[in-house]
C-alpha cells in the first residue's frame, strides 16, 4: 500500500486563522455569534487517504498467465501493472516501480507465487499470500535483455533466455543465478555460420525433464542434455519460429513460423519436418506449396483421451484478407472453426484440466487476451460459445467523457436499476460456470449503497452498482436513440458543431431520490428523463429550442434588420413552444443564407418505442444564431420537486419548465446583473464564421480559437500545461463578454436580505466568480402546477469570490446539509384510481428546509467554492464569516461538500495534485495531501468526491482508480480486500501404470539441484546480474496478520519466519564449505575453462 505524508493540521491554530481571515465580516454579523453555537466534530485524525481498488480492463496490456490450480489470472501491461483476477469480486491491482512493460508472467503453481519479467530486463517475485501482493525478490540483468522465460510445474529453477541467444537459470527461491549457463554456441552446430537469433522458447521434454528445447529466432530449434551439457539434436526450418508447444508424450513438437505455417516434428527425426500444416493459405494445384500467409504468432498443441487433439493458434490469416478482423483458429481433428475477435490478440492460454504437462491435457476453455477485452472460450460445447464475462472490463466500450458518484444513495435504488438492466443481456453465452474462481471475497464492512454513473462519447450513460469496492453494471441508456443518425460522412447535416462524436455525453445531472436524470451532450442539446418500470411508445418526441444570446441591446444582422431583443424575465411567457411534428426550424436560414434557427441535431420524427428503465420526458436544443453556432453547455441541474430544469453555457442561461414544456428564462450572462454589472462591457455582434469544436474536450470562457479550443469551462489551458493566464483586472472586453455559467444550485433559502423566511430560488455561479440568485414563485402543486406559470426573477443579490463558481451548497442552523427540494420517485405509467389522483394532487414536494414558520433568527449558511477560495455566508444577512484561500498558485479542479462521520466537509482536488479537505462551517484545513499531478485533461474531466470519504478518477482511458480520504475506510480496508490465495491440494500426478513402471517409459525426473546447485555448478558471475531484496518479505505478511484471518496469518508468519531462520542457517553452513572447497574449485574451473574452449573463444 502506498503511504501518504499526510500533513496534520493544528485544529485550533488554524481554526483562529480562518476566522481571522474573515474578522471584518464577522464583526458585522447580525445574528451576533450564533455560528459559534455549531458544534464541529471532523478532526485531522478523522482523514487519510489511500487508493481502495481499481476497476476496468488493463490498459495496454502485454502479457497473459494462468494458475490451473488456485484459479487465478495474472494480466501485465505495458506500463508495468500487474492485474490478477480471481473468482467475481475478486481483483488486485499491482504496480511495478519502473513502470517498464511487462513482457512474460510465469506463476509458481499452487505456490501463491508469481515471477515477471520486464521489459528492463528485470525478473521479480511476488508474494500472493497477502491481500495486497508485494515483490520478495527482484533480479536486474546487466549485460543481457530477457526474451523469453519457462518455469517447469514444481520446479524452483527458472530457465532465462536472452536476446544474445543464452539461456541462464535462476533459483527462484533465492533469487540468484545458477553457474550453469547454456551458450548459443555451444547449442548450435559448429558449421553454422550465422547467430540464431534471440531465444523465443524454452520448454523442456513432459516425459524426460532432463532434455530441454530451446527455440531460436531464425528457425533452428535444439533439444539439450541438460546432464551431458550438450545438444541431442538439431532442427533447423528456413522460416523463422515465433512458439513452440509440445505433444504431452514428448515425442512430437509443433512450431509456429513467420510465413503461416505450422510444422510437426518428431523428436528422433530432426532432418525434416514431419507434417507442415497452412491453416489459411489456399492449396494450390500441381503440388505447389501454398501462397504464404501472415506470421503465426502462437501455437498451442492440446490432447484429450477422447478423441482428436486440440491445435490454437492466432494469426496465419491470408494476405488477401484485407479488413478482416484479428482471428483464433481452432483446429480439432478434421474441423477448423475460426473465431473473429473484435481487437487485436495479444496472447491466449488454454486451460486445461492438469497441470502436468506429461498427462493428457484435456482443455476446456481459451482464454483470449485482446488489446481492447478480455474472452473466454467454451471448447467444450458445439460453435465455441463464449463465456458470459462477470468482471467490469466494459467501462471503455465506448470512451468515458464524464462521471460521477454517488455514495449512501437510496436502499431501493441498485434492485430497481438491476430489474430494469436484466432484460438487456445478451444471449448466446456459455451455459458453464466462469472458470476463472480462486480466491475468496474479503468481509463487507460497508453497508451503504453506492452508484457510479459514466457518460460515453457515443452518448450511452452506463449505472454501475459500485457498493463494498466491487463494481457490477446495472443499466445502460443509450441517449443516441432519439437523434436521427446519418448514414454517411456525406449525409451528416452541416449543422454539426463537433467533427465526431456528436451524442457524446459532457454534464450528468441526476437526482437519485426521484430518480430524475438530465444530461447535457456536447451538440448543445439537453435530455430529461423519467424512471419507469413500463414500456411505452412515445408518438411525438416533446422538444424545445432555445436560442441563447449573449447581447443586451438589438443586434443588427448583415441586413441592417432589427432582431427583437430576449423577453424580459419573469412575465411566465412561453417565448418557446413544443415543437411539432414537422420540424419546420431545422431548414430555417436568415435571409443572406446563413444558419439560423437550426439545432446541431434532428430529433426523430416517428414514434419511439421506449424500455422499462429511463424514459424521455423532454429534448432541448440549442440552435444557431445568424450563422453561429451554439456554444457548449458548461452548467446544468435539475429539480423534481419544481419540475425545472436549468443550464448555461458562455452566451447565457436557460430555465425550462418541462412539466409545461415551456421555457422561462432565456438570458445573456450580462442581463443578469441588471444594472449591476460590475464590469463595464460592450454589446458585440456574434461572430459569422463557425466555430471550430472542440470534440470531447471541454469550452472555456474567452473566445474559441483553432490553435487553444480545448479547454475547461473554467480555465485557459494550453497544451496541457495547466498553467494559469487569467488576469484579475478587467482587461478584455471581450473576454468579460464571453462570461460564463459555471455552477447552478436550486435550493430553498433567503434570496435577499430583508427576508423573513426562506423561498425557492436557483443560485447561479460564473466563471469571473460572481454568485447570483434567482427568485422562483411556483404555483400551488397538483392541476393548477399544470395550469398556471412559473414566474421567476432576478433577486438581485451578487455575491463575489476569486476564481470561477465550482461549487454552492446550504448549511441549517446546525451545520448541517439542506439538500435541495425532491419529489419521491412513483410510477407515471400505470393508470391510477381516483384515490391515487387525489393523493398525487395533495402530495407536496419533499423539501427538508426550514418552513415559513421559523424565526428570523433560524438563519442559513451559504458555502460556495470557487477555484482559488471557499467562503461561507450568513443567510439571510449576507454577511462573510468564514474564508479560506485554497490556492494562490494552481486552481481546483473539483469541489464536493460531502458528509463524512456524521458530519460534513468540503473536499477539493487541485490541479497541482494537492487533495483537501476543510471543515464546516468554519474552513479549518483538516487535510492537505499531495496525491496526484494532474497530467491530462481525462483526470480534470472525472475526478469526484462523494459521501462517507470515497472518491475516483479516471486513471487511465479504460480504468476507474477508487480512493479514500477516509481514517475509518482505511483501516477497514484490509478486511475489505478479497484473498487471491487459497490453500488448495495439487491434484496427483498422473499413474504411470505397471508395464511402464516395469520399463520404464513413464516420465523421467531430474535433480535439477544436483546439476544447477552451486555445489555442481559454482557461481554465475556477479557482473551478468544484480540480486534486490523486494519489500514484500515478511513484513508483508506481518500486514496481513490482523483482522478476521489473524490467526491464520500468525500461524502462516511463524511458519515463514521459522522458514526464514532455516534459510539463514543453511545459508551461512553453504558459505562455509563454499570458503572450505574453494581453492580446489578455482583450480578446478581454470582447467575446465581452457580444456573446451574453441578456437573462436578464445
Known sequence: MRKFNIRKVLDGLTAVSAVASASSAAQQQQAGNRETEIQETLQSEHFQLCKTVRHGFPYQPSALAFDPVQKILAIGTQSGALRLFGRPGVECYCQHDSGAAVIQLQFLINEGALVSALADDTLHLWNLRQKRPAILHSLKFNRERITFCHLPFQSKWLYVGTERGNIHIVNVESFTLSGYVIMWNKAIELSSK????????????????????????????????????????????????????????????????????????????PTKPFQTITPHGKQLKDGKKPEPCKPILKVEYKTTRAGEPFIILSGGLSYDTVGRRPCLTVMHGKSTAVLEMDYSIVDFLTLCETPYPNDFQEPYAVVVLLEKDLVLIDLAQNGYPIFENPYPLTIHESPVTCCEYFADCPVDLIPALYSVGARQKRQGYSKKEWPISGGNWGLITQSYPEIIITGHADGSIKFWDASAITLQVLYKLKTAKVFEKSRNKDDRPNTDIVDEDPYAIQIISWCPESRMLCIAGVSAHVIIYRFSKQEVTTEVIPMLEVRLLYEINYIETPDGEQVPPVPTPGTGSNPQSIVPQSHPSTSSSSSDGLRDNVPCLKVKNSPLKQSPGYQIELVIQLVWVSGEPPQQITSLAVNSAYGLVVFGNCNGIAMVDYLQKTVLLNLGTIELYGSNDPYRREPRSPRKTRQPSGGLCDINEGTVVPEDRCKSPTSDVKDNSFSRSRSSSVTSIDKESREAISALHFCETFTRKADTSPSPCLWVGTTLGTVLVIVLNLPPGGEQRLLQPVIVSPSGTILRLKGAILRMAFLDTTGSLVPPAHEPW??????????????????????????????????????????????????PSQNCIYKQNITETSFVLRGDIVSLSNSICLACFCANGHIMTFSLPSLRPLLDVYYLPLTNMRIARTFCFTNNGQALYLVSPTEIQRLTYSQETCENLQEMLGELFTPVETPEAPNRGFFKGLFGGGAQSLDREELFGESASGKAS??????????????????????????????????????QKLGELEEKTAAMLYSADSFSKHAHEMMLKYKDKKWYQF
Open 194 to 269: 550465422s547467430h540464431p537469433g534471440p531465444v523465443v522458447h524454452i520448454s523442456d521434454n513432459p516425459m524426460d525433464e532432463g532434455k530441454l528445447l530451446i527455440g531460436f529466432e531464425s528457425g533452428t530449434v535444439v533439444l539439450w542434455d541438460l546432464k551431458s551439457k550438450k545438444a541431442d539434436y538439431r532442427y533447423t526450418h528456413d522460416e523463422a519460429i515465433h512458439s513452440v508447444a509440445w505433444h504431452h508424450e514428448g515425442k512430437q513438437f509443433i512450431c509456429s513460423h513467420s510465413d503461416g505455417t505450422l510444422t510437426i516434428w518428431n523428436v528422433k527425426s
Open 826 to 875: 412513483r410510477e407515471q405509467n400505470v393508470s391510477e384510481d381516483k384515490d391515487e389522483k387525489e393523493k398525487a394532487k395533495k402530495r407536496r414536494p419533499v423539501s427538508v428546509s426550514p418552513s415559513s414558520s421559523q424565526e428570523i433568527s433560524e438563519n442559513q449558511y451559504a458555502v460556495i467554492c470557487s477555484e482559488k477560495q471557499a467562503k461561507v455566508i450568513s443567510l
Open 1022 to 1059: 556477479r557482473s551478468l546480474a544484480q540480486h534486490i531484496p523486494g519489500p514484500g518479505g515478511i513484513e508483508g505478511v506481518k500486514g496481513a496478520a490482523s483482522g478476521v484471518v489473524g490467526e491464520l496469518a500468525r500461524a502462516r508468519l511463524a511458519l515463514d519466519e521459522r522458514g
